[in-house]
């Protein structure tokens, strides 16, 4: 049997997929294999798949962070040789594009993509019984058609980069020259490149996406000024793809992904991995604090050494990091280039700035807060996102329990939030310690994400705006409880481990909407009152036993999602869950709540701790494994068995 396609005309389907990226598709796939027989339909706004890899989106020399073999779905190789990328190599961005495109095909899904489809609005259905999703599809033409699809179960798999921060800045209605947010580049990026009459280049922001830029044009010859906030979080860690420790020459993915490395980041679901009295010695002692901060330290020096930022340049001073690399996590970024991106900086084609903008001028004229002038032929601004899914979803007055970010928080909801966030500061800093020396670099983003909202006089306004508060960062608080399971969401954190993250996650959420996770499920907590496991779904509305499994529910997903602003404070862990040495127990804790085996090296405790690195290669053929699980528990059942 195969999954129902839905027609053009079709005003209902089962599953309805947001987004055709690298999550949307795993969960596309995923959700196919394990219910063959149900309707499905995947939109997305773009012409292509791919999500930040579709074909508009492309730039000139757009690359992975990764190397190949660790940017491709555990069943679906991607095999050097049919695409043209060496071992040891970057993939360009039309390569993974154009292995996206084979994967669909490879996967069945082509039949139920419907692109060029925007979703313009969410509404849930009264009784929490599906919902109502508002379509706006654009034609060749360019004409729009807005129509209406409901559904029984909704996947929002856009992620967090789909929606641009916008560029506001005093002054730039009158500019006159051309201000480009990131998110657009690869629309002017060549036209850009070629204009002889753009000369110079200034580059606003500090990310791995700035260092893009700032190739891109001074590659093509263009003269830079590199501009990075004094006030913001500076420039991103960056690397090359192996770092040395000592004498070692360390993949650094892979390194992230090695269990005894792991242990060195405390992490709230570390316990996960079967290892917690490890990870308790090395952030609840002063000796394992030492061993902790040593590695760190000599992770900093070595990357700062082998980038060449501390050779005694001063512009390229400019250029490292404000804190430790302890404290990035979505913030750090591999040199994936054809040329050191930094050689332009030493010859004095690209200029580095760490000054506030004023404001913008007549004629191009970038002026900084200290009162110098910058003349410039273009303004390309890498300023972030807006950490958002890009769909609207209501009712509005469920969007606290659900977890969404959301300025509409009523004041009860912010204060229930606020105290639940107290309460897991506390256990957070008891459990480690050394978060308690976390950098601040604005109070408000403690408790709510700052967002700018305008300007008025030439000052931003800023509002409160709720960070992402989902469970196991997938499923809506509110739904877990009571049992109404419709909706999820899909890459709604930032971590390295891109593609099986996408493939993990959109199995969990697969059992999860079908209550097939494994009963009852592990809480983060430590704490003797919170020790027991959580226990759902479906308690009756008013009981004892529903109101004692919410608060441990929310406070589980306050301590998730907390962690993060105290882990990694110069990354976006205040605004959502943000790691990089933490992927694998995040696996092993989903891969528990699924009833399957986290220790997939063999040989026990000894082959997690001399195994090596976790890859695609260890959770190639999980969706089969889990539906022989379910098969088994079914046959089971039916023999009589407990």
């Known amino acids: 049997m195969t999954s129902k396609a839905v027609s053009p005309t079709s005003s209902s389907v089962h599953t309805l997929i947001i987004g055709a990226g690298i999550s949307g598709l795993a969960a596309a796939s995923t959700f196919h294999r394990c219910a063959p027989s149900s309707s499905l339909l995947i939109l997305d706004a773009n012409t292509s798949v791919g999500g930040v890899w579709a074909t508009e989106n492309l730039y000139p020399g757009l690359k992975s962070n990764n190397l190949l073999g660790t940017y491709e779905y555990s069943d679906f190789p991607m095999r050097g040789e049919e695409y043209g990328v060496k071992v040891g ?4 961005g039309t390569i993974i594009h154009e292995y996206m495109e084979r994967f669909v095909d490879w996967a069945g899904l082509r039949e139920y993509l419907r692109l060029r489809t925007k979703v313009l609005g969410a509404e849930e259905t009264e009784g929490g019984k599906g919902w109502v999703i508002k379509c706006g599809e654009t034609g060749q033409d ?9 559904c029984e179960k909704l996947v929002v798999g856009t992620g967090l980069t789909c929606v641009p921060m916008p560029i506001r800045f005093a002054g730039q209605e009158n500019f006159n020259v051309p201000i480009v947010n990131f998110a657009s580049l690869a629309k002017v990026a060549k036209t850009l490149v070629a204009d002889e009459n753009v000369k110079h280049v200034t580059i606003y922001g500090g990310s791995k996406a700035a260092h893009d830029c700032v190739y891109m044009f001074a590659s093509a010859g263009k003269q830079v000024t590199w501009v990075i906030r004094r006030s913001g979080h500076g420039p991103s860690w960056m690397a090359p793809a192996y770092v040395y420790l000592g004498p070692f020459r360390c993949w650094l993915e892979k390194l992230t992904t090695t269990r005894f490395f792991t242990w060195l980041s405390p992490c709230v679901w570390g316990d996960a991995d079967g290892f917690g009295w490890i990870r308790g010695c090395l952030h609840g002692t002063k000796l394992g604090r030492k061993v902790v901060d040593g590695f760190w330290g000599t992770l900093c020096e070595e990357t700062l050494k082998q980038t060449g930022l501390t050779d005694g340049n001063e512009e390229l001073k400019k250029l490292v990091p404000s804190e430790s690399a302890f404290w990035y996590a979505g913030g750090l970024g591999i040199l994936s280039y054809e040329e050191d991106v930094y050689g332009f900086v030493r010859s004095g084609a690209v200029k580095v700035a760490r000054k506030d903008v004023a404001g ?3 004629g191009g004229m970038v002026r900084f807060a200290d009162g110098e002038v910058v003349k410039t032929d273009a303004l390309v601004c890498s300023s972030g996102w807006r950490f958002d899914s890009g769909v609207p979803l209501g009712p509005e007055e469920k969007l606290a329990g659900w977890g969404v970010p959301s300025t509409k928080y009523s004041r009860g909801q912010k204060e229930d939030w606020h105290a639940l966030n107290e309460r897991a500061d506390m256990e957070i800093l008891e459990r480690f310690p050394r978060l ?30 709720a960070p992402w508060r989902l469970w196991r960062s997938i499923a809506p608080p509110s739904q877990v409880v009571s049992g109404e399971r419709n909706l999820v969401f899909l890459g709604m954190l930032f971590n390295i481990t891109t593609v099986v993250r996408a493939e993990i996650t959109s199995l969990w ?34 009981t004892k036993a529903q109101q004692e499994a919410t608060d441990k ?3 589980d997903t306050a301590l998730f999602n907390r962690f993060g602003k105290w882990r990694c404070a110069m990354g976006y862990g205040a605004r959502a869950p943000d790691f990089v040495f933490d992927s694998v127990p995040f696996f092993d804790l989903l891969l528990g709540d699924l009833g ?11 082959g997690e701790v001399f195994g090596g690195c976790y890859g695609q ?17 079914a046959g089971g059942a039916m023999n009589g068995e407990k």
């Open 617 to 633: 290669s260890d959770y190639r053929g999980l969706v089969d494994e889990w539906l022989a699980t379910k098969a088994g528990d």
């Open 436 to 465: 308690a020396t976390a950098p601040i670099r604005d109070q408000n983003s403690l408790l709510e994400n700052p967002v700018d909202v305008g300007i008025r006089k030439d000052r931003k306004q800023k509002e409160e705006y």
């Open 360 to 362: 913008l001028e007549s």
């Open 89 to 92: 190599q970057h993939i360009p």
């Open 142 to 150: 360019g004409g729009q058609k807005n129509y209406e699809i409901r």
């Open 509 to 542: 959420a697969y059992a999860y909407l079908h209550d097939q996770l494994k009963q009852p499920v592990a809480s983060l907590s430590t704490k003797d009152e919170a020790r027991l496991q959580i226990d759902f779904p479906g308690l009756e509305d008013g």
């Open 596 to 606: 399957l085996r986290s220790w997939r090296k063999g040989w026990g405790w000894m």
């Open 553 to 555: 529910l929310m406070y």
